[in-house]
C-alpha cells in the first residue's frame, strides 16, 4: 500500500522546537518531491515547505523561513521537517504529500492529491 504517515506534532509553548515526519511506505521517497503543507479550519491549506528531487533544493513560505528546516533521511524513506521557534500562528494540521511542482522551483500551488491524517500542532502557552 502506498502511502506516507506525518507524525511529531504536539503541544509545545511558543519558541519551542518539534519535529514532525512524513514517513513512506510502498515506494521509494527519494524519487519524490515532498511538501509540508498545513491547515487551520476555516482555512485553505497552505503550503510550508518542499524539497525538490530533482536536487534536493528545500522551498520555504515566507512566514517560516529561517526557522523551518526540511531534510530527507533516504535510509529511513522519511522526510522531516524541524519546527523551531516556534509561533501560536503555526498551530494547525500539518501534512505531507508527493509534490512535484517543487521540482520547478518553488512551492507553487498545493497539489491536489488524497491526504493523510496529519499532525496536529498547537503552540501555546
Known amino acids: 500500500q502506498v502511502q506516507l504517515v506525518e507524525s511529531g506534532g504536539g503541544l509545545v509553548q511558543p519558541g519551542g522546537s518539534l519535529r514532525l515526519s512524513c514517513a513512506a511506505s510502498g515506494f521509494t521517497l527519494d524519487y519524490y518531491s515532498i511538501g509540508w503543507f498545513r491547515q487551520v479550519p476555516g482555512k485553505e491549506r497552505e503550503g510550508v515547505s518542499c524539497?525538490?528531487?530533482?536536487?534536493?533544493?528545500?522551498y520555504y513560505v515566507d512566514s517560516v523561513k529561517g526557522r523551518f528546516t526540511i531534510s530527507r533521511d533516504n535510509a529511513k524513506n522519511t522526510v522531516y521537517l524541524q519546527m523551531d521557534r516556534l509561533k501560536p500562528e503555526d498551530s494547525a494540521v500539518y501534512y505531507c504529500?508527493?509534490?512535484?511542482?517543487?521540482?520547478?522551483?518553488?512551492?507553487?500551488?498545493?497539489?491536489?492529491?488524497?491526504w493523510g491524517q496529519g499532525t496536529q500542532v498547537t503552540v501555546s502557552s
Open positions: 504529500a508527493t509534490h512535484p511542482m517543487c521540482e520547478y522551483g518553488g512551492l507553487g500551488d498545493v497539489p491536489r492529491t488524497s
Open positions: 524539497i525538490s528531487s530533482r536536487d534536493d533544493k528545500t
